[in-house]
């Protein structure tokens, strides 16, 4: 069973950067891929960027190419989200997710494991 906890969340100005971390125990993280997701109230909760168990591969939603990197340093069983030019409209709780599988994935319903989401207001 694998317990995640995200942090490093909070208000930021348009334009701003922040980084997430995801801490993950209770399971050989580094054979497990992971992924963060955002959700709005009253909104699906939606796809951000995964990255397989080596890190060597990533995949990005179209809104935050370019702006967002996710990376992992699987000796501190972590993940992370890097963002930057931050805009309004990424304002969202950001989900930390694992999978029981090496591979980089979009689709929510393959994650096994998820974190309680940290928030995230981009705002001026």
């Known amino acids: 069973q694998v317990q995640l906890v995200e942090s490093g969340g909070g208000l930021v100005q348009p334009g701003g950067s922040l980084r997430l971390s995801c801490a993950a125990s209770g399971g050989t993280f580094s054979s497990y891929a992971a992924g963060w997701f955002r959700q709005t109230p009253g909104q699906e909760r939606d796809f951000v960027a995964t990255i397989s168990s080596s890190g060597a591969t990533t995949y990005y939603a179209d809104s935050v190419k370019g702006r967002f990197t996710i990376s992992r340093g699987n000796a501190q069983n972590t993940v992370y989200l890097q963002m930057s030019s931050l805009k309004p409209e990424d304002t969202a709780v950001y989900y930390c997710?694992?999978?029981?599988?090496?591979?980089?994935?979009?689709?929510?319903?393959?994650?096994?494991?998820w974190g309680q989401g940290t928030q995230v207001t981009v705002s001026s």
């Open positions: 997710a694992a999978r029981s599988g090496r591979r980089a994935n979009l689709i929510q319903e393959e994650y096994d494991y």
